[in-house]
């Protein structure tokens, strides 16, 4: 080995030795900034945690009404029908007529059942009268009958005071059997005289009793009513606004503003009641069911405010809204076939409840929705 040889060695051992602490330098300097930089991200985590994490959002949310169904009340043949689906209507808009005819005749016949009624009463006041005379009639007919009884009992008592002296002349031969045959026929003529005259009074009395009576129970119809509450008036009464009531629902009205969908009556068709005939949506009146995270609800609350954007409108215009409930239970469990989890395949699925939030009506009416748009969610959840 030559002194050259030995001299290169060592400078290259003293090359590879600096080298290395070079490197060992800077890996240690990049350790050093990852680990700042992981201790900042940490950081600025915990604060955006603890201080800027006050929300909660979901695209799962969908614009949603409480629909009206319009249905008849009667029955009969649909003669017009004045919307169409896509049209607007306001509360009170006349929507479909049925063929009145039959629901005309049917308050004609009505109001005759109430008029007869109305006589009816009428002529129970006027009978009160009529048997109140007859009472009277009869008291008279009682008094005479009296009379005509005393005068029958003197009759007989003459008669018989009359065959008893005869029958002490005949004795003696006064008299002829002729005469004494005559003084009793007459004393048996008015015996009969007397019971057909207490006959007469027993009449009379009964008379009086049967008009009493009579009188007792037209009296009982009319007591304390007049000819617009006695009973039967009052039920005729009933039918005739039953009938008015029929004739004015042959006119189907609208019961709240709103937008028509689902029209599926048509002219000439018969519809009964409980037809469904269309539906109304109150777009004015909309809301929109958010379907959160079940891991996201910890810190909702009725009463805190949202906002929310719509696919249709874009983020340039946002709805604000209030949380007002949520729903009884979750999508799965009023699936028409709910999940089965007693399975041994069964995997943990993170379920989503509904979160029902109103929304501002002066924003609805600057831009209207429709049922079952897309919508966009964001609780604030500092808000109360």
Do not use: C
Not at 224 to 247: C, E, F, H, M
């Amino acid at each position: 080995m030559t002194d050259a040889q030995n001299t290169t060695a060592p400078q290259d051992e003293s090359a590879d030795a600096s080298t290395d602490v070079a490197m060992k330098s800077k890996r240690k300097k990049m350790l050093s900034i990852v680990a700042i930089i992981l201790i900042l991200v940490a950081v600025l985590y915990a604060i955006w945690v603890m201080f800027f994490n006050n929300s909660v959002n979901t695209d799962n949310a969908y614009v949603g009404a409480e629909t009206a169904e319009i249905t008849s009340m009667v029955s009969g043949q649909v003669a017009e029908v004045r919307v169409s689906d896509t049209q607007q209507i306001k509360k009170g808009q006349v929507l479909a007529v049925i063929d009145n005819r039959d629901a005309k005749i049917a308050l004609a016949q009505a109001e005759a059942e109430l008029a007869k009624a109305q006589r009816q009463y009428t002529q129970s006041s006027a009978n009160s009268s009529s048997l109140n005379s007859q009472v009277l009639v009869s008291s008279d007919d009682i008094n005479s009958a009296k009379a005509q009884v005393a005068q029958a009992q003197v009759e007989v008592e003459r008669a018989q005071a009359e065959l008893a002296r005869r029958t002490q002349l005949g004795a003696s031969g006064a008299i002829s059997k002729e005469e004494l045959a005559t003084s009793q026929s007459a004393f048996n003529t008015a015996k009969a005289n007397l019971e057909v005259t207490k006959a007469g009074l027993a009449q009379a009395e009964s008379k009086r009793k049967a008009a009493e009576s009579n009188l007792a129970a037209n009296e009982a119809l009319i007591k304390g009513a007049n000819k617009a509450s006695t009973p039967d008036v009052l039920v005729a009464q009933a039918k005739v606004d039953q009938a008015k009531l029929d004739l004015q629902r042959t006119e189907i009205v609208a019961p709240l503003d709103g937008v028509i969908a689902q029209r599926g009556v048509q002219v000439g068709q018969r519809v009964a009641p409980g037809s469904i005939m269309m539906s109304i949506v109150p777009i004015t009146d909309v809301y929109v069911d958010a379907n959160f995270k079940e891991s996201q609800l910890k810190d909702v609350k009725v009463g805190q405010k949202a906002t929310l954007t719509s696919d249709l409108y874009g983020k340039k215009v946002e709805y604000n809204g209030t949380v007002i409930g949520f729903s009884g239970g979750t999508g799965a469990a009023f699936a028409l076939i709910p999940a089965q989890n007693a399975t041994g395949n069964w995997i943990k699925v993170v379920q989503r409840l509904p979160v029902r939030i109103k929304l501002d009506p002066k924003e609805l009416a600057e831009h209207p929705l429709r049922v079952g748009l897309s919508m966009d969610a964001t609780i604030d959840l500092s808000s109360k």
